[in-house]
């Protein structure tokens, strides 16, 4: 009984510390949101004398958004990474899943090759391939500066992973005697395969949709090559812009790396559950 | 029967996997397979012409000091990160599975920085080295903080390590979350009633059934870390002197900066070939390493 209650209160002992040591290591882990959302209300004055205060000596100010927004172009482009981000994704999830659909269900030669081209792939680090890509598509093409030719190499890069967890997922959890049953029914492949074997998919859907399109939101390096022109800039190259240009304006600095972060913390909070489920299975699986 | 002609397979395979074919050859294969060419060509990025020069582009890699020096540079690098990466990502993973209140909180917040990209976590962090840190240092005089880590060769160096461990140590965690998860509470117990202490139990039982977990963990830090770009971009840019330049930034430099075009790719293939080589060794000895239960 003693020994019990001693335990007891060991584990009590342990757990508080553990607490206290997550509570430090987890400060540590937002100091530096902190450091831009208290400097965001201060002016650029404020700022350079003391980065650490929480109120500058010229009090609060929420100048620095307009400001920022306005110069950034901020609108048109969030709207520009929302739509690239949403197309990509889009059709990213519906061509993998259909491809990984006709290989799971057929044993033809040509769908084996496909599926080790895609694993092979996956290897591949874009540094190998963005020569390449600007010498066909800018240079024989000349289709740089569009945000289509961006969507389609989205697509192209995204597919092989996706493929890959579309095929696992067919592979152990649509059963094939459903897929018989539609068949006897008088589906074609088509309809058995959107009216039967997709809305079976929904837990990897959500899993691809999450990976990808947090990789195509942050992407930096490819939309930099492809998009060259002002009105055409995702959030990650308007904010590298932004910054070569106005990196003595500290406080507008602030401003635009908060908007920058903002959507997607904004949307974490609320898919905060989904987001932290799908990265892991997406992670486990490959 | 009618399963069976040519015809059906290839509508069906039209049908379902065409457009995704297209793309993936588009995007992928055939550029991989004309970079190869391109190795062997000296482009200058604006001509038509792309005149052949054989094995010249390789010759000038091998002569490229600066390549080698940043490439040196980067595996010391990666080394570093990786170990702590693990280490760190290992610990949070510990502390946020051993039923402390609010760990599902603990665990949302250390998977934050994931969530943003290099580029605005480096411009974030630059902030914070040139004038939080300097201002933490002038005001508890602390003659270390006082300047800016980012102005001497090897704080921008520490500095890329610190930010790099900072942003991939809560995705690690949640692949060691699910390791730990997945080790049976049953097994733990049998080592407890075996007179296990707690330590001894992660050590002896927990860790060798999480050999996969370490070897995932290992092989994505590795390749993230080995191809750092984005961070690199925005933190230091290189700075000071071209100190920090990475394997990745100076590829990127040679082509789009420099115009070679034809070394760059060569380089950049020596760099895809030497991390393949060393991500491919590393997957096959932790494969090796791994138990069942």
Redesign the interface.
């Known amino acids: 009984m003693v020994d019990n209650e001693k335990a007891a209160r060991n584990k009590k002992i342990s757990?508080v510390i553990?607490?206290i040591?997550?509570l430090v290591?987890?400060f540590c882990?937002?100091?530096?949101?902190l450091?831009?959302i208290i400097?965001v209300f201060k002016t650029k004055a404020d700022?350079?004398v003391?980065?650490?205060a929480l109120i500058g000596e010229h009090g609060f100010t929420v100048d620095n958004f307009p400001n920022a927004m306005q110069q950034m172009n901020f609108l048109p482009v969030f709207g520009n990474s929302v739509l690239i981000t949403c197309c990509s994704t889009v059709i990213a999830i519906a061509?993998?899943s259909?491809?990984a659909?006709?290989?799971v269900r057929?044993k033809?030669k040509?769908?084996g090759l496909?599926f080790s081209?895609?694993v092979a792939?996956m290897?591949?680090?874009?540094?190998?391939?963005?020569?390449?890509?600007?010498?066909?598509y800018g240079?024989i093409f000349g289709v740089l500066n569009h945000r289509a030719t961006l969507i389609?190499?989205h697509?192209?890069?995204s597919?092989?992973m996706a493929?890959f967890m579309f095929h696992g997922a067919i592979h152990t959890n649509v059963p094939i005697d459903l897929e018989e049953a539609a068949d006897i029914d008088g589906c074609s492949?088509?309809q058995t395969?959107w009216k039967v074997v997709f809305p079976l998919l929904k837990p990897t859907i959500a899993t691809v949709a999450i990976i990808d399109a947090?990789g195509h939101?942050?992407?930096?390096?490819l939309p930099s090559?492809v998009l060259g022109r002002k009105e055409l800039y995702t959030?990650?190259i308007a904010?590298?812009v932004f910054?070569g240009t106005y990196s003595t304006d500290?406080g507008l600095?602030?401003a635009a790396?908060l908007l920058?972060?903002l959507p997607?913390?904004i949307l974490?909070l609320f898919l905060?559950r989904y987001?932290?489920e799908g990265?892991?299975a997406g992670?486990?699986k490959s | 029967m009618r399963r069976n002609t040519l015809s059906y397979?290839c509508q069906?395979?039209a049908?379902?996997?065409g457009?995704?074919?297209i793309?993936?050859a588009?995007?992928?294969?055939?550029?991989?397979i004309?970079?190869l060419y391109?190795t062997l060509t000296s482009?200058d990025?604006v001509s038509?012409s792309k005149p052949f020069v054989g094995l010249a582009n390789y010759v000038s890699t091998f002569q490229d000091a600066a390549f080698w020096q940043a490439l040196g540079r980067t595996l010391i690098y990666t080394v570093i990160a990786v170990v702590l990466v693990n280490v760190v990502a290992f610990f949070?993973a510990y502390?946020?599975t051993?039923?402390?209140?609010?760990q599902n909180f603990?665990?949302?917040?250390?998977?934050?920085?994931?969530?943003?990209?290099?580029?605005?976590?480096g411009?974030?962090?630059k902030?914070?080295f040139n004038?939080?840190f300097t201002?933490?240092g002038t005001?508890l005089s602390i003659g270390a903080l006082s300047t800016s880590w980012l102005a001497t060769t090897n704080g921008a160096m520490l500095c890329l390590i610190i930010v790099s461990v900072?942003q991939y140590a809560?995705?690690m965690m949640?692949?060691y979350?699910?390791g730990f998860m997945s080790v049976s509470k049953d097994l733990i117990e049998a080592a407890e009633v075996d007179g296990c202490n707690k330590a001894q139990a992660t050590m002896n039982v927990t860790i060798p059934l999480m050999v996969s977990s370490f070897v995932?963990c290992l092989f994505?830090t590795l390749?993230r870390c080995f191809?750092v770009?984005?961070v690199n971009?925005?933190l230091t840019n290189g700075e000071p002197f071209g100190s920090s330049i990475m394997a990745?930034m100076h590829?990127?430099n040679q082509?789009?900066t420099y115009k070679n075009?034809g070394t760059?790719?060569a380089e950049?293939?020596v760099?895809?070939l030497v991390?393949?080589i060393v991500?491919v060794t590393q997957v096959y000895v932790g494969k090796k390493a791994e138990v069942s239960a």
């Open positions: 757990h553990m607490f040591v997550l290591l987890f882990f937002v100091f530096p949101f450091m831009v400097n700022i350079t003391n980065p650490l061509l993998a259909m491809t659909f006709v290989i057929n033809w040509a769908c496909l081209l895609m792939s290897v591949i680090p874009f540094q190998v391939l963005m020569v390449p890509l600007v010498s066909l240079g389609f190499m697509v192209g890069f597919l092989s493929t492949r088509w395969y947090m939101w942050n992407d930096y390096l090559l959030i990650p904010t590298q910054y500290i600095i602030m790396l920058a972060m997607i913390l974490y905060q987001i932290v990265v892991t992670a486990v | 397979k069906q395979y049908m379902f996997a457009l995704s074919t793309a993936f588009a995007v992928v294969i055939i550029p991989f004309y970079g391109l482009w990025g038509v949070l502390l946020v051993s039923g402390v209140k609010g603990f665990r949302a917040g250390f998977f934050t920085p994931n969530l943003i990209g290099g580029i605005v976590l411009y974030v962090w902030f914070v004038r939080a201002a933490l005001s900072w809560g995705y949640l692949i979350v699910a995932q994505l390749t191809m770009y984005d971009l925005s990745a590829v990127y082509a789009f075009y760059g790719q950049a293939l760099l895809f991390c393949a991500g």
